[in-house]
């Protein structure tokens, strides 16, 4: 419940501080008093609209400060640890600043906050109702929530809004997934016949260049033995180097013999040259022989060196890079594979998610189906004691095409009233009058309150258009309600003031400093109390037959 309020420079607001009690709080005063001001100062308090228009004239900034008491189990605590929020358990002080340049501040418990942290957690704690209200149970939008509410069906709820994620989830991956097979399939030609053709020329690293200098020794092996071999008969004619060598080293150890050690240092380094000439002779023979080919060789080593080349330009690639190339191509023919079977597995997922989804669903909708036959009754129980016996109250459930399910299930829902037998059924604020559509919304708060988590209640003139005993009758219905939570009526009905267990009046007089326009409210005792209903049955002039009637009202 909301214990205290306090407003500073909103509109014709100077300063006002108001302390409430449990109940059902009344506030009443004359046309233009400045009742809706305090409305608006409280919805701002909230986390309703407002800018600079708002601020008092004269001033830099508006501010309003709402503080509430809550039991533990508010919904409000679970938005402040979702925040990591600081706060004392049971107490909750909402605040809001609105600059002159239009800029506006939130606040909870001290802590700065965004605007629709602390709209969401005034949504809450406030509920603001009128008969020319066009939210909450005047829009047919928040119909399905507030049945959901009703009904305490949460987990089933919970299940199908995680199946709907799910399916939802799923069901994007499978096209994303569809559609990379669809692009890899329009390629799949094209790498089958790439793959193939790398697979036939089975290229290897380093290759290329292997074949590059054999096919440029090749090209030149012709000539280079041609030469070497003329050097090699140079080496073993008549007149070579290796015949010169061994018919002087003879020589030598002919004369060596007939002088012992005077030759023996030039016969042993002529022999060692005649060996070292002999193994120089023997390697040029076999350089020579190995320049040796068949023409078939160059013609080969060419041709296998143009076809890795020409792959190479083909794939805009090195042709030590092909191997890669081919490792990329067979890849991608796995990931072929692979994406049709995981479009097969996605789909078994889905088609098992949609089942286990409208399953649920269905559920679901039983249950809003069976909620919405114990709304209808409660809320028609409430009809006849508001003077509304031929009119009726029923909860339209829609149901959609699986196509238009939602994560909140099958069902389109519109609360719905018929005023008088046999009258079709239609929309809250398209079939009833002014009166009747206070009457309902009162007989639904009534019955929705009773699982309500909403700590306060405002009704802004729900009681207009209505009198006598319609107006009793209301009072009574607000009276309790207030057990259920605490309510605050403005209302210019003095049977529903005077069900009030508090009463303020809201007035308007000249400011004592420069004589603006001020808008104030005060508590009423007793006397005052009595004299302000008086006033509202009376009119201008209080008589002594309304203060008599408004004693008799008072003794409800």
């Avoid at 501080?17 to 809706?36: W, Y």
């Avoid at 409000?76 to 605040?95: S, V």
């Avoid at 259920?484 to 069900?499: D, E, M, Y």
Wanted: glycine share 8%; aromatic share 4%.
């Amino acid at each position: 419940m909301i214990v205290s309020l306090t407003i500073r420079d909103i509109v014709l607001i100077d300063r006002l501080q108001m302390d409430f009690e449990d109940g059902l709080c009344v506030l009443s005063g004359e046309t233009g008093a400045g009742k809706s001001i305090l409305l608006s100062g409280i919805g701002l308090g909230v986390g309703a609209r407002g800018g600079r228009e708002l601020i008092r004239h004269g001033k830099e900034q508006g501010s309003v400060s709402a503080e509430f008491s809550l039991d533990k189990k508010h919904k409000a605590w679970k938005l402040l640890d979702d925040q990591q929020l600081d706060y004392e358990e049971g107490q909750l002080i909402l605040r809001r600043v609105i600059l002159k340049d239009s800029r506006s501040k939130a606040f909870i418990n001290d802590q700065s906050v965004s605007i629709s942290l602390l709209r969401s957690v005034g949504e809450t704690l406030i509920e603001i109702h009128g008969q020319h209200d066009e939210r909450g149970l005047l829009n047919p939008s928040g119909h399905r929530a507030l049945l959901d509410d009703f009904g305490s069906y949460d987990t089933l709820l919970g299940m199908v809004r995680k199946n709907h994620q799910t399916l939802t989830t799923l069901r994007q991956d499978l096209l994303e997934e569809q559609e990379r097979l669809e692009k890899v399939k329009q390629d799949e030609d094209y790498i089958r016949h790439n793959l193939e053709e790398l697979t036939e020329l089975n290229p290897i690293a380093g290759e290329e260049e292997e074949l590059a200098k054999e096919r440029t020794l090749m090209m030149q092996g012709e000539n280079l033995s041609e030469g070497l071999g003329g050097i090699l008969n140079k080496l073993l004619n008549d007149k070579g180097a290796d015949t010169i060598l061994r018919v002087t080293l003879r020589k030598i150890e002919r004369i060596a013999a007939k002088a012992p050690g005077l030759l023996d240092g030039v016969s042993e380094s002529l022999d060692r040259a005649a060996n070292e000439t002999s193994a120089a002779i023997s390697e040029l023979e076999d350089v020579i022989r190995n320049l040796e080919f068949n023409p078939y060789d160059l013609e080969n080593a060419e041709e296998r060196l143009f076809a890795l080349r020409a792959a190479a330009r083909k794939h805009n690639c090195q042709p030590d890079a092909l191997t890669q190339v081919k490792d990329d191509f067979e890849a991608k023919l796995a990931a072929l594979a692979f994406s049709d079977e995981e479009v097969k597995r996605l789909s078994r997922e889905v088609n098992d998610a949609q089942e286990i989804y409208e399953e649920n669903v269905g559920k679901l909708s039983a249950m809003r189906q069976k909620t919405a036959s114990q709304l209808d009754a409660q809320v028609n129980k409430e009809l006849p004691a508001l003077k509304m016996d031929k009119a009726v109250f029923n909860t339209g459930l829609e149901t959609l095409e699986p196509e238009n399910w939602t994560a909140d299930g099958g069902e389109r829902v519109e609360f719905r009233v018929s005023t008088n037998p046999g009258a079709p059924f239609g929309g809250l604020i398209k079939i009833a009058s002014g009166g009747e559509l206070s009457r309902f919304i009162l007989a639904l708060k009534v019955v929705l309150a009773r699982k309500t988590s909403v700590a306060t209640l405002i009704f802004d003139e729900i009681d207009q258009g209505v009198g006598g005993a319609v107006a009793n009758a209301v009072g009574e219905r607000l009276a309790k309600l207030a057990s259920k939570a605490q309510i605050l009526v403005i209302t210019h009905s003095p049977q529903v003031a005077a069900r009030g267990s508090s009463h303020w009046l809201i007035n308007k007089s000249a400011s004592s400093d420069d004589g603006a326009m001020l808008t104030d409210v005060t508590p009423l005792e007793s006397e005052h109390r009595r004299e302000e209903i008086a006033r509202m049955l009376a009119g201008a002039e209080v008589t002594k037959e309304a203060r008599a009637a408004a004693d008799n009202l008072l003794k409800w």
